[in-house]
């Protein structure tokens, strides 16, 4: 499966913002998809994920964001609001079959998205 994800940009603290990734084939409904962020110098880091209709969140966001997907499975949503700088991210998403206790390790990832820089100005 392919995924293409979108909506990054430039944002001040405190707005919104949707990224959304989109999967290539009605096959991804059965895909784990998950949404991580990585900053230069560090390693790829666990956001959020939606698997089998449960959700997941780091502690960072949650509150804060949501993470969903439409009607046709093929595209899942991750809904930011009250960003804050340290949020500035590439985000990329991610489709895969993990077990439970991997849901939040990016190994556990076949396929990802190419990653949409979010950038949150102070």
């Known amino acids: 499966v392919q995924l293409q994800a979108s909506g990054g940009g430039l944002v001040r603290a405190g707005d919104p913002l949707k990224l959304s990734c989109a999967a290539s084939d009605y096959t991804a409904s059965s895909y784990t998809v998950g949404w991580f962020r990585q900053v230069p110098g560090k390693e790829r880091e666990f956001v959020a994920v939606?698997?089998?209709?449960?959700?997941y969140y780091d502690d960072s966001v949650k509150g804060r964001f949501t993470i969903s997907r439409d009607n046709a499975k093929t595209v899942v949503n991750l809904q930011m609001n009250s960003l804050k700088p340290e949020d500035t991210a590439v985000y990329y998403c991610?489709?895969?079959?993990?077990?439970?206790?991997?849901?939040?390790?990016?190994?556990?990832?076949?396929?990802w998205g190419q990653g949409t820089l979010v950038t949150v100005s102070s």
């Open positions: 939606i698997s089998r209709g449960r959700t």
């Open positions: 991610g489709a895969g079959r993990p077990i439970l206790s991997t849901i939040r390790d990016p190994e556990a990832y076949a396929h």
